[in-house]
């Protein structure tokens, strides 16, 4: 089982990004997924989260900036970053976790994770 994910890069404040995470070796069109960050010298925090029923949730200095989304039918799922700041410098990493009609922002509730993918947002 593997998620790869991509699309980071170095882009200015005010850019917008989206990035990618395909899933292999297992379907999770009924698992909840979502996005982690960890920047330098932090832990790792929730993004955004999303269930098999493409309900969201966000944290508060996402809220209005990001969106998760996913394809079932790729066995993808994506997040688009719009008004990036230098504060979302991150290496932004998807998760995957049960196959329940649930969702959590909690990073023990997820059992699969991607290998991560840098964000560099210069001022």
């Known amino acids: 089982v593997q998620l790869q994910a991509s699309g980071g890069g170095l882009v200015q404040a005010g850019s917008s990004l989206r990035l990618s995470c395909a899933a292999s070796?297992?379907?999770?069109?009924?698992?909840?997924m979502a996005w982690f960050r960890q920047a330098p010298d932090k832990e790792r925090e929730f993004v955004a989260t999303?269930?098999?029923?493409?309900?969201?949730i966000y944290t508060d200095s996402v809220k209005g900036r990001f969106t998760i989304s996913r394809d079932k039918a790729k066995n993808s799922v994506y997040l688009q970053m719009n008004s990036l700041k230098p504060e979302d410098t991150a290496v932004y990493y998807c998760?995957?976790?049960?196959?329940?009609?649930?969702?959590?922002?909690?990073?023990?509730?997820?059992?699969?994770w991607g290998q991560g993918t840098q964000v560099t947002v210069s001022s």
């Open positions: 998760a995957a976790g049960q196959p329940i009609l649930s969702q959590s922002s909690s990073e023990s509730s997820y059992s699969y």
């Open positions: 070796g297992h379907t999770f069109s009924r698992h909840y």
């Open positions: 999303i269930s098999y029923g493409h309900n969201t």
